[in-house]
């Protein structure tokens, strides 16, 4: 009895009679909307493979250079590892700000959203010049990380991989080492120990560089300088 006194109902007056009528009904309107845009982007995505097809007939393999302005899901990836290029030498203790704090705040900061925007904020009306200012700002946000990523990878040779990297080059040209995992742990271990081999470090003093993420980088946008 004493914690059903204590059980507070609050009303809630937007649950008030009369009920709106003009709910969005999920049929047939949203099915037939969301089933539209699914069936333009699937089309979008079999008329681009078909028009920009990654060349891998082993009779004829594309050259080295191929696939510079060709988009590609490694775009995203290009942009993610972009300090390891620049950060290096002196400004390697900078490396953790951009591979892992940036991302790691953005990350925070999207989630912090509804709490910043308050549990309320959806019943406040907006004028139309602080509509524009929000659009505005999500346009010029989209905007920037589009071009951040295509500015980022649209040099890189993404389509020339197979030239080299093919049964025809030689014994598992086309697939990773056998011994790969051990070679890595193992051998380059003791190189790096041994002071032989420096990361992005091109020097002859020191015996040149081991494939880092830098060498990585750079052999996909000139693999035929970087290799």
């Not at 995992?181 to 560089?209: C, F, H, N, P, W």
Request: overall charge positive; proline content about 9%.
């Amino acid at each position: 009895m004493m914690a059903k006194d204590m059980r507070k109902i609050r009303r809630e007056p937007k649950y008030d009679p009369p009920y709106p009528q003009d709910f969005y009904a999920f049929w047939p309107g949203h099915v037939f909307k969301a089933l539209t845009i699914v069936v333009l982007v699937v089309a979008a995505v079999f008329v681009l493979a078909s028009l920009y097809r990654v060349p891998m007939d082993p009779n004829m393999p594309p050259l080295p250079t191929e696939g510079a302005n060709i988009p590609a899901p490694e775009w995203y990836l290009f942009l993610m590892f972009q300090p390891f290029w620049y950060m290096t030498g002196e400004n390697s203790r900078w490396l953790s700000l951009g591979t892992f704090w940036l991302p790691f705040g953005i990350i925070i900061l999207l989630f912090l959203v509804p709490v910043m925007l308050g549990r309320n904020a959806q019943r406040v009306k907006m004028g139309t010049l602080k509509k524009v200012g929000f659009a505005s700002l999500a346009l010029v946000t989209w905007g920037l990380s589009g071009w951040a990523v295509v500015g980022s990878g649209y040099p890189a040779k993404t389509t020339g991989c197979p030239s080299c990297h093919n049964p025809m080059m030689g014994v598992r040209q086309a697939l990773p080492p056998a011994t790969m995992g051990d070679y890595y742990k193992v051998e380059r271990q003791r190189q790096i120990d041994l002071g032989g081999y420096r990361a992005g470090d091109t020097s002859s003093a020191m015996g040149g560089s081991y494939k880092d993420a830098n060498w990585q980088l750079r052999h996909f946008y000139e693999p035929t300088m970087t290799w």
